[in-house]
């Protein structure tokens, strides 16, 4: 008993550092930071040392499968340690270039208008619908910008004569091109040809920016070394693995902790890189390197480090500054990111890549390697498969010295790496979470790791299809039944080993080890499971709101509040029974809006006190444009800044064992 107590002590010391230390300091400060990463640095080295001297070289060099099997675990774990290694450095650093953007825009702006640069917004599209596009357009149009030093870019790839007509109606330019080569690095280096801007902003068809986006992008290139000025993306939609767990007003979409937290680390780093949309760019910096380059199917990524090959730098503004549609299903959320995984790893055979490129120092090439893409699948699938395998054969992933020293080497890491992640990440991971939505992950982005290793070129650009919504319950059969495969392999091989007669692996302290992993593989596998059912929603999703309001109907006229609002209708709260029936017309005033015409489509009593009416619009011209520019361009926003865990634990539950809700307008 004694001696077990005495094992958890390096876990106990890991776990006292966090509360006493890191949990009570500053966390978005360079030296909290630096000193803790720094602690759980030294906590995995202490682990891999002990993993390979104590477990990996011990073993008995007999050419069995048990063998091989400790030596290519171990491979995938020191794979997974330099991965932990580069995050890690890159973390250890923060910045924050508020300050820096209040300082620059009061300089810049308190000039003459006439001395502010000329900008060209380029919005490329391929195949996206009016309703999608027209958000962009509109968005842009409607910067905070002199006019005369702005113009608007539609670059359309699919030459529809119905958007050029929109265009031409709305005051945007419209640009074609008589093929697609290099689809969108060719569609943005011809609309370099037709524009002259001195900086280029680019918005993807589906991303609205803010109308402060220059205002607080463009004073950055007073520094000359400055390329590109990249902003987070930011989203009014819930991403399908939001849904798919009925997490969708408790749990922030994927790439929050991308956007908020390790972007902005890499920037202090001058690590930084274009994400494509939501950035604005040097146009002399572009054409010194030939424009947008086109040999990765990820065009954004190259234009950094072919920036960097002459010297120029990526800033990171984490300011919200535009809004777009996140993957509204799990064929866009797989091409998507099939898209990013196979561009990253095909810059380790360009010329201009990390690996080749001139100009960049030794720490740039490892912070730009696609080790991530690499690693991160391939130890994943192998977290989920190594208590199976064992299960089923006998063959444990180490030279087994004995449980207590799991207890003293690696529950330190696992303690470290969590508490880590919860003080770096406080509304954006937790581990049963995080871990399904990787493993859902895993069985279909493994394959595609897998073959852009073997041929990384040859595969054509996809674009993300957008503004299809999700009006259809869909199924995502293959990664289910791949997850399902390994939940009955894993639980039948717990079985197996119950029944002595039956067991494969005798009697071992490992065995004990190796249940508690199969459990919890089981666990995460089953809430991966979830997220391959697609729950019906609607395409456009309605912003929270609480604005004052007047309700004129049937010569009556109730003061009210919206609580919520969208291009297709609100619902307002009145606090005596509304004027209105079912199908009767209504008109809504709000402060600064025109009069909306609408039409009452429900009427019910509220749970505490007052009345809710649901009411649909039919908005046109330009009333539809101002209510365009009113909810996507900086006033509202669908974020969720804290996590509420008994939510989250009810909503999985709801999803895994009660009703499928439906979706609601």
Same mark, same amino acid.
């Given at each position: 008993?004694?001696?077990?107590?005495?094992?958890?002590?390096?876990?106990? #010391?890991?776990?006292?550092?966090?509360?006493?230390?890191?949990?009570?300091?500053?966390?978005?400060?360079?030296?909290?930071?630096?000193?803790?990463?720094?602690?759980?640095?030294?906590?995995?080295?202490?682990?891999?040392?002990?993993?390979?001297?104590?477990?990996?070289?011990?073993?008995?060099?007999?050419?069995?499968?048990?063998?091989?099997?400790?030596?290519?675990?171990?491979?995938? &774990?020191?794979?997974?340690?330099?991965?932990?290694?580069?995050?890690?450095?890159?973390?250890?650093?923060?910045?924050?270039?508020?300050a820096e953007a209040d300082r620059l825009e009061a300089a810049v702006f308190a000039r003459d208008a006439s001395d502010l640069p000329t900008v060209d917004v380029f919005i490329p599209t391929y195949n996206e619908p009016i309703d999608v596009l027209e958000r962009t357009i509109v968005g842009a149009l409607a910067l905070d910008y002199p006019k005369d030093k702005l113009k608007v870019y539609v670059l359309d790839d699919k030459r529809r004569p119905w958007l050029k007509e929109y265009c031409d109606r709305k005051g945007a330019i419209h640009v074609t091109?008589?093929?697609?080569?290099?689809?969108?690095?060719?569609?943005?280096?011809?609309?370099?040809?037709?524009?002259?801007?001195?900086?280029?902003?680019?918005?993807?068809?589906?991303?609205?920016?803010?109308?402060?986006?220059?205002?607080?992008?463009?004073?950055?290139?007073?520094?000359?070394?400055?390329? #590109?000025?990249?902003?987070?993306?930011?989203?009014?939609?819930?991403?399908?693995?939001?849904?798919?767990?009925?997490?969708?007003?408790?749990?922030?979409?994927?790439?929050?902790?991308?956007?908020? &937290?390790?972007?902005?680390?890499?920037?202090?780093?001058?690590?930084?890189?274009?994400?494509?949309?939501?950035?604005?760019?040097?146009?002399?910096?572009?054409?010194? #390197?030939?424009?947008?380059?086109?040999?990765?199917?990820?065009?954004?990524?190259?234009?950094?480090?072919?920036?960097?090959?002459?010297?120029?730098?990526?800033?990171?503004?984490?300011?919200?500054?535009?809004?777009?549609?996140?993957?509204?299903?799990?064929?866009?959320?797989?091409?998507?990111?099939?898209?990013?995984?196979?561009?990253?790893?095909?810059?380790?055979?360009?010329?201009?890549?990390?690996?080749?490129?001139?100009?960049?120092?030794?720490?740039?090439?490892?912070?730009?390697?696609?080790?991530?893409?690499?690693?991160?699948?391939?130890?994943?699938?192998?977290?989920?498969?190594?208590?199976?395998?064992?299960?089923?054969?006998?063959?444990?992933?180490?030279?087994?010295?004995?449980?207590?020293?799991?207890?003293?080497?690696?529950?330190?890491?696992?303690?470290?790496?969590?508490?880590?992640?919860?003080?770096?990440?406080?509304?954006?991971?937790?581990?049963?979470?995080?871990?399904?939505?990787?493993?859902?992950?895993?069985?279909?982005?493994?394959?595609?790791?897998?073959?852009?290793?073997?041929?990384?070129?040859?595969?054509?650009?996809?674009?993300?299809?957008?503004?299809?919504?999700?009006?259809?319950?869909?199924?995502?059969?293959?990664?289910?039944?791949?997850?399902?495969?390994?939940?009955?392999?894993?639980?039948?091989?717990?079985?197996?080993?119950?029944?002595?007669?039956?067991?494969?692996?005798?009697?071992?302290?490992?065995?004990?080890?190796?249940?508690?992993?199969?459990?919890?593989?089981?666990?995460?596998?089953?809430?991966?499971?979830? #997220?391959?059912?697609?729950?019906?929603?609607?395409?456009?999703?309605?912003?929270?709101?609480? &604005?004052?309001?007047?309700?004129?109907?049937?010569?009556?006229?109730?003061?009210?509040?919206?609580?919520?609002?969208?291009?297709?209708?609100?619902?307002?709260?009145l606090d005596v029974p509304p004027p209105a029936a079912i199908g009767d017309s209504v008109l809504v005033e709000m402060e600064g809006f025109p009069r909306l015409h609408g039409t009452v489509e429900k009427v019910s009593p509220l749970t505490a006190r007052g009345y809710a009416m649901k009411v649909s619009f039919t908005l046109e011209d330009e009333c539809r444009d101002l209510m365009i520019v009113k909810l996507y361009t900086g006033t509202y926003s669908q974020d969720i800044h804290d996590l509420d865990k008994s939510a989250i634990a009810s909503g999985?539950?709801?999803?895994?064992?009660?009703?499928?809700?439906?979706?609601?307008?």
């Amino acid at each position: 008993m004694v001696q077990h107590l005495v094992s958890l002590a390096p876990t106990l #010391i890991v776990v006292a550092f966090f509360f006493l230390f890191s949990l009570n300091w500053p966390r978005k400060v360079t030296w909290s930071r630096a000193i803790t990463c720094v602690f759980v640095l030294a906590v995995a080295i202490r682990y891999m040392v002990w993993r390979f001297f104590a477990t990996v070289l011990p073993y008995p060099a007999d050419g069995s499968f048990g063998f091989f099997w400790t030596w290519f675990v171990f491979l995938v &774990e020191l794979g997974a340690f330099a991965d932990i290694l580069l995050f890690l450095v890159a973390m250890s650093r923060y910045v924050d270039r508020s300050a820096e953007a209040d300082r620059l825009e009061a300089a810049v702006f308190a000039r003459d208008a006439s001395d502010l640069p000329t900008v060209d917004v380029f919005i490329p599209t391929y195949n996206e619908p009016i309703d999608v596009l027209e958000r962009t357009i509109v968005g842009a149009l409607a910067l905070d910008y002199p006019k005369d030093k702005l113009k608007v870019y539609v670059l359309d790839d699919k030459r529809r004569p119905w958007l050029k007509e929109y265009c031409d109606r709305k005051g945007a330019i419209h640009v074609t091109r008589p093929d697609n080569s290099h689809a969108k690095a060719g569609n943005m280096n011809n609309g370099l040809a037709a524009s002259s801007g001195e900086f280029i902003a680019i918005f993807d068809a589906d991303f609205v920016p803010y109308r402060s986006f220059l205002r607080r992008t463009v004073p950055f290139f007073q520094d000359p070394t400055i390329g #590109i000025v990249q902003t987070p993306q930011h989203f009014f939609n819930k991403d399908p693995v939001q849904s798919n767990l009925s997490l969708e007003k408790v749990w922030p979409d994927e790439q929050r902790l991308f956007f908020d &937290e390790m972007a902005a680390s890499r920037d202090a780093w001058d690590v930084s890189f274009c994400c494509g949309s939501c950035s604005i760019a040097r146009r002399s910096a572009v054409e010194e #390197i030939g424009g947008f380059p086109h040999d990765s199917i990820t065009e954004d990524l190259l234009t950094t480090l072919a920036l960097l090959n002459r010297g120029y730098k990526t800033r990171y503004l984490n300011e919200r500054l535009s809004m777009g549609l996140a993957a509204e299903n799990l064929k866009g959320y797989f091409v998507q990111r099939g898209r990013w995984c196979r561009g990253g790893i095909q810059t380790i055979y360009l010329h201009n890549g990390p690996l080749r490129g001139p100009g960049l120092n030794l720490f740039q090439r490892f912070m730009f390697l696609p080790l991530s893409w690499l690693v991160q699948y391939t130890v994943r699938f192998v977290i989920l498969v190594v208590p199976a395998v064992y299960l089923w054969t006998g063959a444990a992933p180490l030279y087994f010295t004995g449980t207590q020293d799991i207890v003293w080497y690696q529950l330190p890491v696992l303690a470290a790496y969590f508490l880590l992640m919860a003080w770096l990440t406080p509304t954006r991971y937790l581990p049963l979470i995080s871990s399904a939505v990787g493993a859902f992950a895993t069985f279909r982005m493994l394959p595609v790791v897998i073959s852009s290793l073997i041929k990384p070129f040859g595969v054509p650009f996809r674009v993300t299809p957008k503004g299809s919504g999700n009006e259809e319950s869909e199924f995502d059969a293959y990664t289910f039944f791949s997850i399902a495969f390994w939940i009955a392999v894993t639980a039948l091989g717990l079985v197996v080993n119950v029944v002595p007669e039956w067991s494969r692996i005798g009697d071992g302290e490992f065995s004990v080890v190796s249940a508690y992993w199969a459990v919890l593989n089981i666990a995460v596998l089953m809430v991966a499971s979830l #997220i391959c059912f697609e729950k019906p929603r609607p395409l456009l999703d309605s912003f929270a709101t609480d &604005e004052a309001a007047r309700i004129a109907s049937r010569g009556t006229t109730l003061a009210g509040r919206i609580t919520s609002l969208s291009l297709e209708g609100g619902i307002v709260e009145l606090d005596v029974p509304p004027p209105a029936a079912i199908g009767d017309s209504v008109l809504v005033e709000m402060e600064g809006f025109p009069r909306l015409h609408g039409t009452v489509e429900k009427v019910s009593p509220l749970t505490a006190r007052g009345y809710a009416m649901k009411v649909s619009f039919t908005l046109e011209d330009e009333c539809r444009d101002l209510m365009i520019v009113k909810l996507y361009t900086g006033t509202y926003s669908q974020d969720i800044h804290d996590l509420d865990k008994s939510a989250i634990a009810s909503g999985l539950w709801s999803r895994m064992f009660g009703r499928t809700a439906r979706a609601t307008a």
